[in-house]
Protein backbone atom coordinates (compact mmCIF):
# COMPACT_ATOMS: atom_id res chain seq x y z
CA UNK A 1 0.00 0.00 0.00
CA UNK A 2 2.88 1.77 0.45
CA UNK A 3 3.56 1.88 -2.99
CA UNK A 4 0.52 2.98 -4.04
CA UNK A 5 0.98 5.99 -1.96
CA UNK A 6 4.30 6.74 -3.71
CA UNK A 7 3.43 6.18 -7.55
CA UNK A 8 -0.45 7.27 -7.64
CA UNK A 9 -0.79 9.63 -4.75
CA UNK A 10 0.42 11.10 -1.68
CA UNK A 11 -0.51 11.22 1.85
CA UNK A 12 -2.07 14.34 3.00
CA UNK A 13 -2.87 15.95 6.27
CA UNK A 14 -6.53 16.35 6.38
CA UNK A 15 -8.72 19.17 8.90
CA UNK A 16 -11.30 17.83 7.91
CA UNK A 17 -11.05 14.16 8.80
CA UNK A 18 -9.88 12.09 12.23
CA UNK A 19 -6.29 11.08 12.60
CA UNK A 20 -6.40 8.09 9.71
CA UNK A 21 -4.48 6.62 6.53
CA UNK A 22 -5.76 9.64 3.89
CA UNK A 23 -4.33 9.07 -0.07
CA UNK A 24 -4.60 11.99 -2.36
CA UNK A 25 -4.95 11.09 -5.79
CA UNK A 26 -4.28 13.48 -8.66
CA UNK A 27 -6.37 11.56 -11.58
CA UNK A 28 -10.14 9.73 -11.27
CA UNK A 29 -10.63 6.55 -8.80
CA UNK A 30 -12.36 3.69 -10.70
CA UNK A 31 -14.01 1.36 -8.55
CA UNK A 32 -14.50 -1.78 -9.87
CA UNK A 33 -11.43 -3.38 -12.49
CA UNK A 34 -13.74 -5.44 -14.69
CA UNK A 35 -13.98 -4.90 -18.44
CA UNK A 36 -15.75 -1.26 -17.71
CA UNK A 37 -13.04 -0.33 -15.35
CA UNK A 38 -9.96 -1.28 -17.20
CA UNK A 39 -11.30 0.24 -20.63
CA UNK A 40 -11.99 3.16 -18.62
CA UNK A 41 -8.16 3.36 -17.46
CA UNK A 42 -6.73 2.48 -20.51
CA UNK A 43 -8.98 5.31 -22.11
CA UNK A 44 -7.52 7.88 -19.84
CA UNK A 45 -4.20 6.25 -20.35
CA UNK A 46 -3.82 7.33 -23.64
CA UNK A 47 -4.71 10.92 -23.28
CA UNK A 48 -2.12 10.86 -20.46
CA UNK A 49 -4.61 11.10 -17.31
CA UNK A 50 -3.60 8.68 -14.56
CA UNK A 51 -6.07 6.84 -12.45
CA UNK A 52 -6.55 4.53 -9.25
CA UNK A 53 -8.47 1.33 -9.53
CA UNK A 54 -10.03 -0.59 -6.52
CA UNK A 55 -10.55 -4.02 -6.77
CA UNK A 56 -12.44 -5.50 -4.03
CA UNK A 57 -11.24 -9.18 -5.39
CA UNK A 58 -7.78 -10.55 -5.97
CA UNK A 59 -7.80 -10.21 -9.86
CA UNK A 60 -9.24 -8.35 -12.73
CA UNK A 61 -12.47 -9.28 -14.05
CA UNK A 62 -13.70 -11.20 -10.86
CA UNK A 63 -17.04 -11.95 -12.24
CA UNK A 64 -15.39 -13.68 -15.21
CA UNK A 65 -12.74 -15.35 -13.64
CA UNK A 66 -14.15 -16.78 -10.36
CA UNK A 67 -18.15 -16.86 -11.18
CA UNK A 68 -18.59 -18.27 -14.49
CA UNK A 69 -19.31 -21.83 -15.79
CA UNK A 70 -16.11 -23.14 -17.51
CA UNK A 71 -18.28 -23.68 -21.44
CA UNK A 72 -19.07 -20.32 -21.04
CA UNK A 73 -18.38 -18.26 -24.95
CA UNK A 74 -19.26 -14.71 -25.18
CA UNK A 75 -22.66 -14.92 -26.96
CA UNK A 76 -21.93 -11.81 -29.25
CA UNK A 77 -19.27 -12.12 -31.84
CA UNK A 78 -15.58 -10.64 -31.15
CA UNK A 79 -15.91 -7.38 -33.01
CA UNK A 80 -18.88 -5.98 -30.43
CA UNK A 81 -17.02 -7.55 -27.93
CA UNK A 82 -13.54 -5.91 -28.26
CA UNK A 83 -12.39 -2.96 -25.40
CA UNK A 84 -11.31 0.83 -26.55
CA UNK A 85 -7.72 0.73 -28.57
CA UNK A 86 -7.14 -3.14 -28.69
CA UNK A 87 -9.01 -5.28 -30.58
CA UNK A 88 -8.91 -9.27 -30.19
CA UNK A 89 -6.17 -11.57 -31.85
CA UNK A 90 -7.02 -12.48 -35.25
CA UNK A 91 -6.31 -16.26 -34.33
CA UNK A 92 -9.21 -16.29 -32.14
CA UNK A 93 -12.63 -17.81 -33.23
CA UNK A 94 -16.13 -15.27 -33.93
CA UNK A 95 -17.21 -16.37 -30.25
CA UNK A 96 -14.13 -16.51 -27.80
CA UNK A 97 -14.09 -18.83 -24.72
CA UNK A 98 -14.08 -17.50 -21.48
CA UNK A 99 -10.48 -18.38 -20.85
CA UNK A 100 -9.41 -16.76 -24.52
CA UNK A 101 -11.47 -13.42 -22.63
CA UNK A 102 -9.70 -13.86 -19.34
CA UNK A 103 -6.76 -14.06 -21.74
CA UNK A 104 -7.25 -10.74 -23.70
CA UNK A 105 -8.29 -8.65 -20.63
CA UNK A 106 -5.14 -9.77 -18.43
CA UNK A 107 -3.28 -8.61 -22.07
CA UNK A 108 -5.07 -5.65 -22.21
CA UNK A 109 -4.19 -4.61 -18.78
CA UNK A 110 -0.70 -5.83 -18.97
CA UNK A 111 -0.29 -3.52 -22.67
CA UNK A 112 -1.50 -0.17 -21.35
CA UNK A 113 0.20 -0.67 -17.64
CA UNK A 114 -2.82 -1.07 -15.15
CA UNK A 115 -2.30 -2.10 -12.02
CA UNK A 116 -5.41 -2.00 -9.82
CA UNK A 117 -5.01 -2.21 -5.96
CA UNK A 118 -6.67 -5.61 -4.78
CA UNK A 119 -8.21 -6.48 -1.69
CA UNK A 120 -9.82 -3.10 -1.50
CA UNK A 121 -13.51 -2.98 -0.58
CA UNK A 122 -15.65 0.21 -1.15
CA UNK A 123 -17.24 0.74 2.21
CA UNK A 124 -18.35 4.46 1.60
CA UNK A 125 -17.74 7.30 -1.45
CA UNK A 126 -19.52 10.50 -1.01
CA UNK A 127 -18.98 14.19 -2.07
CA UNK A 128 -16.97 16.51 0.58
CA UNK A 129 -19.12 19.62 -0.87
CA UNK A 130 -17.18 21.64 1.38
CA UNK A 131 -13.94 20.67 -0.82
CA UNK A 132 -15.44 19.30 -3.85
CA UNK A 133 -13.45 16.30 -3.68
CA UNK A 134 -14.51 12.65 -3.58
CA UNK A 135 -13.70 10.49 -0.57
CA UNK A 136 -13.44 6.96 -1.08
CA UNK A 137 -13.01 4.83 1.87
CA UNK A 138 -11.83 0.84 1.74
CA UNK A 139 -11.25 -2.16 3.82
CA UNK A 140 -8.70 -4.59 2.95
CA UNK A 141 -5.32 -5.85 2.45
CA UNK A 142 -3.62 -7.81 5.04
CA UNK A 143 -4.37 -6.20 7.95
CA UNK A 144 -7.84 -5.43 7.07
CA UNK A 145 -6.22 -1.45 7.52
CA UNK A 146 -8.83 1.32 6.60
CA UNK A 147 -7.87 3.85 3.92
CA UNK A 148 -9.68 6.81 2.70
CA UNK A 149 -8.31 8.06 -0.99
CA UNK A 150 -9.49 11.36 -2.27
CA UNK A 151 -10.07 12.81 -5.81
CA UNK A 152 -11.66 15.06 -7.96
CA UNK A 153 -13.65 12.41 -9.99
CA UNK A 154 -15.38 8.90 -9.32
CA UNK A 155 -15.83 6.33 -12.03
CA UNK A 156 -18.33 3.67 -10.69
CA UNK A 157 -17.32 0.48 -13.17
CA UNK A 158 -18.83 -2.16 -10.16
CA UNK A 159 -21.30 -2.96 -12.99
CA UNK A 160 -24.80 -3.95 -13.75
CA UNK A 161 -23.73 -7.48 -12.13
CA UNK A 162 -21.91 -6.78 -9.00
CA UNK A 163 -23.87 -9.23 -6.19
CA UNK A 164 -25.85 -12.24 -6.83
CA UNK A 165 -29.99 -12.52 -6.56
CA UNK A 166 -31.03 -14.88 -4.11
CA UNK A 167 -34.77 -15.19 -4.66
CA UNK A 168 -37.39 -16.02 -1.90
CA UNK A 169 -38.75 -19.21 -2.41
CA UNK A 170 -41.39 -20.53 0.24
CA UNK A 171 -39.68 -23.69 1.50
CA UNK A 172 -36.25 -23.93 0.03
CA UNK A 173 -34.56 -24.05 3.44
CA UNK A 174 -36.53 -27.42 3.75
CA UNK A 175 -34.49 -28.60 0.79
CA UNK A 176 -31.80 -31.79 1.95
CA UNK A 177 -29.86 -31.14 -1.51
CA UNK A 178 -27.28 -28.98 -2.57
CA UNK A 179 -28.68 -25.68 -3.42
CA UNK A 180 -26.06 -22.97 -5.24
CA UNK A 181 -26.15 -20.38 -7.28
CA UNK A 182 -24.92 -20.15 -11.32
CA UNK A 183 -22.08 -18.16 -9.92
CA UNK A 184 -20.78 -21.26 -8.23
CA UNK A 185 -21.34 -23.56 -10.65
CA UNK A 186 -18.53 -24.41 -12.65
CA UNK A 187 -19.52 -27.74 -15.54
CA UNK A 188 -22.15 -30.40 -14.75
CA UNK A 189 -19.17 -33.18 -13.46
CA UNK A 190 -21.02 -33.11 -10.17
CA UNK A 191 -24.38 -33.79 -11.15
CA UNK A 192 -24.24 -37.06 -13.54
CA UNK A 193 -27.30 -38.83 -13.81
CA UNK A 194 -28.70 -35.92 -11.03
CA UNK A 195 -32.11 -34.97 -10.99
CA UNK A 196 -31.10 -31.03 -11.15
CA UNK A 197 -34.26 -28.09 -11.18
CA UNK A 198 -32.69 -24.96 -12.35
CA UNK A 199 -34.51 -22.09 -12.07
CA UNK A 200 -34.53 -19.18 -14.11
CA UNK A 201 -34.54 -18.92 -17.62
CA UNK A 202 -32.34 -16.77 -19.06
CA UNK A 203 -29.09 -17.45 -21.03
CA UNK A 204 -27.36 -18.69 -18.25
CA UNK A 205 -30.31 -20.82 -17.08
CA UNK A 206 -30.58 -22.03 -20.73
CA UNK A 207 -26.52 -22.84 -21.06
CA UNK A 208 -26.40 -24.21 -17.33
CA UNK A 209 -29.48 -26.83 -18.62
CA UNK A 210 -27.56 -27.49 -21.89
CA UNK A 211 -24.42 -28.03 -19.98
CA UNK A 212 -26.18 -30.66 -17.72
CA UNK A 213 -27.31 -32.47 -20.24
CA UNK A 214 -23.65 -32.91 -21.79
CA UNK A 215 -22.68 -34.58 -18.29
CA UNK A 216 -25.52 -36.80 -18.35
CA UNK A 217 -27.77 -35.44 -15.89
CA UNK A 218 -31.36 -34.66 -16.13
CA UNK A 219 -32.14 -30.72 -15.78
CA UNK A 220 -35.79 -29.04 -15.80
CA UNK A 221 -35.84 -25.88 -16.60
CA UNK A 222 -37.92 -23.33 -14.51
CA UNK A 223 -39.79 -20.33 -16.59
CA UNK A 224 -40.99 -18.14 -14.49
CA UNK A 225 -42.30 -15.26 -17.20
CA UNK A 226 -42.35 -14.34 -20.80
CA UNK A 227 -39.08 -14.87 -22.68
CA UNK A 228 -37.68 -14.03 -25.97
CA UNK A 229 -35.52 -16.84 -27.37
CA UNK A 230 -33.94 -15.81 -30.54
CA UNK A 231 -31.00 -18.30 -32.19
CA UNK A 232 -27.69 -16.93 -32.24
CA UNK A 233 -26.99 -16.59 -36.12
CA UNK A 234 -29.89 -16.09 -38.62
CA UNK A 235 -28.77 -16.59 -42.14
CA UNK A 236 -25.09 -17.22 -41.27
CA UNK A 237 -24.83 -13.70 -39.62
CA UNK A 238 -25.10 -12.86 -36.04
CA UNK A 239 -29.04 -12.01 -34.79
CA UNK A 240 -27.06 -9.52 -32.60
CA UNK A 241 -25.48 -7.56 -36.03
CA UNK A 242 -28.37 -7.93 -38.04
CA UNK A 243 -30.37 -6.10 -35.68
CA UNK A 244 -27.51 -3.54 -35.07
CA UNK A 245 -27.82 -3.24 -38.74
CA UNK A 246 -31.20 -2.79 -39.67
CA UNK A 247 -31.43 -0.32 -36.54
CA UNK A 248 -29.77 2.36 -38.63
CA UNK A 249 -32.64 1.95 -41.52
CA UNK A 250 -35.46 1.18 -39.96
CA UNK A 251 -37.64 1.48 -36.38
CA UNK A 252 -37.11 -0.84 -33.65
CA UNK A 253 -41.39 -2.37 -34.19
CA UNK A 254 -39.99 -3.43 -38.10
CA UNK A 255 -36.89 -4.59 -36.83
CA UNK A 256 -38.47 -6.74 -33.98
CA UNK A 257 -41.48 -7.87 -36.62
CA UNK A 258 -38.30 -9.53 -38.54
CA UNK A 259 -36.44 -11.31 -36.07
CA UNK A 260 -39.46 -12.73 -34.94
CA UNK A 261 -40.41 -14.00 -38.43
CA UNK A 262 -36.65 -15.12 -39.10
CA UNK A 263 -36.79 -16.78 -35.47
CA UNK A 264 -40.26 -18.98 -36.13
CA UNK A 265 -38.64 -20.18 -39.23
CA UNK A 266 -35.30 -21.33 -37.62
CA UNK A 267 -36.08 -22.41 -34.00
CA UNK A 268 -39.81 -22.95 -34.66
CA UNK A 269 -42.75 -21.69 -32.13
CA UNK A 270 -41.48 -21.39 -29.11
CA UNK A 271 -44.68 -21.30 -26.84
CA UNK A 272 -45.24 -25.17 -27.70
CA UNK A 273 -42.26 -25.58 -25.76
CA UNK A 274 -43.24 -23.18 -22.84
CA UNK A 275 -41.65 -20.40 -23.48
CA UNK A 276 -44.30 -18.19 -24.05
CA UNK A 277 -43.00 -14.85 -26.25
CA UNK A 278 -43.92 -11.26 -24.67
CA UNK A 279 -46.34 -8.83 -26.50
CA UNK A 280 -43.28 -6.41 -26.96
CA UNK A 281 -40.72 -7.62 -28.75
CA UNK A 282 -37.26 -8.48 -28.23
CA UNK A 283 -35.80 -4.91 -29.03
CA UNK A 284 -38.24 -2.90 -27.26
CA UNK A 285 -38.87 -4.62 -24.67
CA UNK A 286 -34.79 -4.46 -24.15
CA UNK A 287 -34.87 -0.59 -24.34
CA UNK A 288 -37.82 -0.46 -22.21
CA UNK A 289 -37.79 -2.97 -19.45
CA UNK A 290 -33.90 -3.42 -19.88
CA UNK A 291 -35.07 -7.37 -20.41
CA UNK A 292 -32.37 -9.10 -23.06
CA UNK A 293 -33.47 -12.28 -24.98
CA UNK A 294 -31.61 -15.31 -25.21
CA UNK A 295 -29.80 -16.52 -27.62
CA UNK A 296 -29.75 -20.08 -28.14
CA UNK A 297 -26.79 -22.14 -28.21
CA UNK A 298 -28.38 -25.78 -28.56
CA UNK A 299 -30.52 -25.92 -25.64
CA UNK A 300 -34.07 -25.73 -27.33
CA UNK A 301 -33.48 -28.78 -29.42
CA UNK A 302 -32.60 -30.66 -25.62
CA UNK A 303 -36.29 -29.50 -24.77
CA UNK A 304 -37.49 -30.84 -28.09
CA UNK A 305 -35.91 -33.82 -27.24
CA UNK A 306 -37.53 -34.12 -23.57
CA UNK A 307 -33.57 -34.04 -22.26
CA UNK A 308 -34.85 -30.62 -20.56
CA UNK A 309 -38.33 -30.62 -19.08
CA UNK A 310 -40.19 -27.12 -18.61
CA UNK A 311 -41.85 -26.12 -15.60
CA UNK A 312 -43.73 -23.01 -14.97
CA UNK A 313 -43.12 -20.77 -11.72
CA UNK A 314 -42.45 -22.37 -8.75
CA UNK A 315 -45.18 -22.97 -5.44
CA UNK A 316 -43.22 -24.18 -3.06
CA UNK A 317 -39.58 -26.83 -2.49
CA UNK A 318 -39.47 -29.58 0.05
CA UNK A 319 -37.10 -31.80 1.23
CA UNK A 320 -36.81 -33.74 -1.97
CA UNK A 321 -39.20 -32.23 -4.39
CA UNK A 322 -40.67 -28.90 -6.28
CA UNK A 323 -44.20 -28.47 -6.51
CA UNK A 324 -45.00 -25.77 -9.04
CA UNK A 325 -48.12 -23.14 -9.78
CA UNK A 326 -49.75 -25.80 -12.29
CA UNK A 327 -50.25 -28.50 -9.37
CA UNK A 328 -46.93 -30.81 -10.74
CA UNK A 329 -45.02 -32.14 -8.50
CA UNK A 330 -41.48 -33.35 -9.11
CA UNK A 331 -38.32 -34.97 -7.32
CA UNK A 332 -34.87 -33.36 -7.25
CA UNK A 333 -31.37 -34.52 -6.03
CA UNK A 334 -30.03 -30.68 -7.21
CA UNK A 335 -31.54 -27.03 -7.25
CA UNK A 336 -29.01 -24.44 -9.33
CA UNK A 337 -30.57 -20.71 -9.54
CA UNK A 338 -29.76 -18.93 -12.10
CA UNK A 339 -31.43 -15.86 -10.63
CA UNK A 340 -28.88 -13.39 -12.13
CA UNK A 341 -26.94 -10.44 -10.59
CA UNK A 342 -27.79 -6.54 -9.52
CA UNK A 343 -26.39 -3.63 -9.17
CA UNK A 344 -24.81 -2.63 -5.42
CA UNK A 345 -23.96 0.89 -6.05
CA UNK A 346 -26.61 2.02 -2.91
CA UNK A 347 -24.87 -0.38 -0.71
CA UNK A 348 -21.83 2.40 -1.19
CA UNK A 349 -22.22 5.34 -3.07
CA UNK A 350 -24.02 8.30 -1.09
CA UNK A 351 -25.31 11.33 -0.98
CA UNK A 352 -26.02 11.30 -4.91
CA UNK A 353 -29.24 11.08 -7.11
CA UNK A 354 -27.51 9.91 -10.04
CA UNK A 355 -28.51 5.84 -9.09
CA UNK A 356 -31.63 4.95 -8.56
CA UNK A 357 -31.90 3.12 -5.07
CA UNK A 358 -34.42 0.48 -6.27
CA UNK A 359 -31.85 -1.26 -9.10
CA UNK A 360 -28.93 0.39 -8.47
CA UNK A 361 -28.76 2.01 -12.14
CA UNK A 362 -28.67 5.62 -13.58
CA UNK A 363 -31.37 7.69 -13.49
CA UNK A 364 -30.56 8.34 -17.35
CA UNK A 365 -30.57 6.02 -20.06
CA UNK A 366 -28.49 5.39 -22.18
CA UNK A 367 -26.53 7.17 -23.72
CA UNK A 368 -26.55 9.92 -21.44
CA UNK A 369 -26.32 7.73 -17.87
CA UNK A 370 -22.52 7.72 -18.24
CA UNK A 371 -22.34 11.41 -16.37
CA UNK A 372 -23.59 12.42 -13.40
CA UNK A 373 -22.26 15.44 -10.88
CA UNK A 374 -19.65 16.86 -9.07
CA UNK A 375 -17.05 14.57 -11.21
CA UNK A 376 -19.35 11.59 -10.85
CA UNK A 377 -19.45 9.08 -13.63
CA UNK A 378 -20.68 5.40 -14.17
CA UNK A 379 -19.55 2.79 -16.71
CA UNK A 380 -20.95 -0.59 -17.83
CA UNK A 381 -24.40 -0.17 -17.07
CA UNK A 382 -25.78 0.64 -20.48
CA UNK A 383 -27.70 -2.78 -20.07
CA UNK A 384 -25.64 -3.22 -23.89
CA UNK A 385 -22.82 -5.85 -22.76
CA UNK A 386 -19.29 -4.56 -23.86
CA UNK A 387 -20.32 -2.85 -26.44
CA UNK A 388 -21.80 -0.30 -24.20
CA UNK A 389 -18.87 -0.23 -21.77
CA UNK A 390 -16.68 0.71 -24.37
CA UNK A 391 -18.74 3.77 -25.86
CA UNK A 392 -18.89 5.46 -22.46
CA UNK A 393 -14.89 4.94 -21.46
CA UNK A 394 -14.39 6.61 -24.00
CA UNK A 395 -16.44 9.57 -23.23
CA UNK A 396 -15.38 9.65 -19.31
CA UNK A 397 -11.72 9.56 -20.63
CA UNK A 398 -12.22 12.59 -23.03
CA UNK A 399 -14.33 14.34 -20.00
CA UNK A 400 -12.00 14.06 -17.48
CA UNK A 401 -9.48 14.94 -19.67
CA UNK A 402 -10.92 18.17 -20.91
CA UNK A 403 -11.65 19.28 -17.29
CA UNK A 404 -7.63 18.16 -16.02
CA UNK A 405 -6.32 20.17 -18.97
CA UNK A 406 -8.14 23.14 -18.02
CA UNK A 407 -7.97 23.03 -13.70
CA UNK A 408 -3.80 22.85 -15.04
CA UNK A 409 -4.43 25.98 -16.91
CA UNK A 410 -6.33 27.86 -14.02
CA UNK A 411 -9.16 28.72 -16.08
CA UNK A 412 -12.64 27.87 -14.49
CA UNK A 413 -14.29 24.42 -15.70
CA UNK A 414 -17.84 24.23 -17.21
CA UNK A 415 -19.29 20.55 -16.54
Request: proline share 6%.
Amino acid sequence: MEFVTETLGKRVHDPYVEESRCILIPGPIIVGSGPSGLATAACLKSRGVSSLILERSTCIASLWQLKTYDRLRLHLPKHFCELPLMPFPSSYPTYPTKQQFVQYLESYAEHFGLKPVFNQTVEEAKLDRRCGLWRVRTVGGTKEEETEYVSRWLVVATGENAEEVMPEIDGIVDFVGPILHTSSYKSGEMFREKKVLVVGCGNSGMEVCLDLCNFNAHPSLVVRDTVHVLPQEMLGLSTFGISTSLLKWFPVQVVDRFLLHMSRLVLGDTDRLGLVRPKLGPLERKIKCGKTPVLDVGTLAKIRSGDIKVYPELKRVMQHSAEFVDGRVDNFDAIILATGYKSNVPMWLKGMNMFCEKDGFPRKPFPNGWKGESGLYAVGFTKLGLLGAAIDAKKIAEDIDVQQKLLTLGRPQHC
